[in-house]
């Protein structure tokens, strides 16, 4: 399970998961063209507000296995066991790798994007010696990715209006993290849910992209639905009332919804 508290997220181990992110950039290199980082790395290395984002516990390797030749995609999880990664000893994670810095355990999933039949759609898939988690609507995260730059290397990152459509899959009451994503990434900068809202536009006929923003509006009909509740929860700010966050994460995602015309 997720963690579902921002109090969950300490500053140790969200550096620990990007000197990890940073470490994989240098690892990974020969691979950056088939692979794509998804999951909540994406709001933290592309949005810049403040207060900052939270962070992410864990990395989220989207693997494009079309562009994979017989054989290669076991030779880069070898080379990173070689550089100290371990498989996962929970019987329910094979698709996962972990790296251990001091006490901090990293996982690091290795996912794969299946036909979005069903949003909440998942299961084990075989490739080769390994498992790999197959989700709906990830595919969507191999359209036009951002190339950016981590330690001196250029990796592959899912885009904004992407991840959008991606939370719309997974987000759920075992996910609230999911919601504060959501809700981070359309609250910066001030005028995110416009603009947003135009480029999610341009999106709409990707496969699978409107399934991923309608089941995503459909948590944020009021200001106390289950995404701004969830987004209140996760939260649960000193500074701001249950009411306040709650009102705001309606507003924003409403405001992306009208722009996205959906």
Not at 132 to 144: D, E
Not at 201 to 220: C, D, H, K, V, W
């Amino acid at each position: 399970m997720k963690a579902n508290h921002a109090r969950q997220y300490p500053s140790l181990e969200t550096q620990a998961t990007e000197m990890i992110r940073a470490e994989l950039a240098a690892l990974l290199e020969p691979y950056w063209q088939k692979i794509v980082i998804v999951g909540g790395s994406v709001p933290a290395l592309l949005v810049k507000g403040q207060p900052e984002h939270l962070g992410t516990l864990d990395i989220d390797l989207l693997v494009d296995l079309k562009q994979f030749q017989a054989g290669e995609y076991n030779l880069m999880i070898k080379k990173l066991e070689k550089a100290g990664y371990a498989k996962s000893r929970d019987p329910k994670t094979p698709f996962r790798l972990e790296k251990i810095i001091g006490e901090i355990i990293i996982p690091v999933d290795f996912l794969i994007p299946i036909p979005p039949l069903h949003p909440m759609m998942s299961f084990l898939f075989d490739h080769e010696e390994n498992q790999l988690s197959a989700a709906a609507g990830l595919s969507i995260a191999l359209h036009q990715p951002i190339q950016i730059e981590i330690a001196g290397h250029q990796i592959n990152i899912a885009s904004l209006p992407a991840i959008l459509a991606t939370k719309g899959y997974s987000i759920n009451d075992t996910r609230r993290k999911d919601a504060y994503d959501i809700w981070y990434i359309l609250s910066h900068p001030s005028d995110a849910p416009h603009q947003l809202g135009i480029t999610c536009r341009a999106n709409l006929e990707i496969p699978g992209a409107r399934q991923g923003y309608t089941r995503l509006a459909s948590f944020f009909r009021s200001d106390d639905d289950l995404g701004p509740q969830w987004v209140a929860a996760f939260l649960q700010s000193d500074d701001l009332e249950p009411e306040q966050i709650m009102q705001d994460a309606y507003q924003r995602v409403q405001s992306w919804v009208e722009t996205l015309g959906i």
